[in-house]
């Protein structure tokens, strides 16, 4: 089984980490979560990052983060080595969830079950019922309307 740790601002990796044991109750060993403070030193949310992988007490690491760049990324950038822990930045709840659902797989089938997971979270919801909404004047490859 793999771990996750979220790294991200503070409150959002405790948020979010609450939103998932809602749903999966039992997934609390397998799940940690460090808020980044606002003007931390990076050293010091290292530190405490490293803690928290070494008590998921797991063979791999997912490491999620929210904003590519961010102190938050770039402190979970350190401790990830691209073998026996990746990192995925941009973490929201459909990813996270996506990603306890299936920690049992390789850790590189959890990256891509994450990817998936986030992208496919992300939809416009329409205003009105489909079926009252405007045919659209593209279409898809088989040339056939359809909603996903």
Do not use: W
Not at 60 to 75: E, I, K, M, S
Not at 109 to 129: H, N, Y
């Amino acid at each position: 089984m793999n771990g996750i740790l979220i790294v991200a601002h503070a409150p959002l990796a405790s948020a979010l980490r609450a939103c998932v044991l809602h749903v999966f109750p039992d997934a609390g060993s397998a799940v940690a979560a460090l808020d980044v403070p606002p003007n931390a030193p990076p050293e010091e949310s290292l530190a405490q990052a490293r803690v928290l992988v070494r008590q998921l007490d797991t063979p791999q690491v997912l490491v999620l983060t929210d904003v590519f760049g961010a102190t938050p990324c770039n402190v979970a950038n350190k401790l990830v080595d691209g073998v026996r822990s990746k990192l995925i930045a941009g973490v929201n709840l459909p990813m996270l969830l996506r990603t306890v659902s299936y920690r049992h797989e390789s850790l590189d089938a959890l990256v891509s079950r994450a990817m998936v997971g986030a992208t496919q979270g992300v939809i416009q919801v329409a205003v009105t019922a489909p079926q009252n909404q405007a045919r659209r004047t593209t279409h898809d490859q088989d040339h056939r309307d359809h909603q996903q």
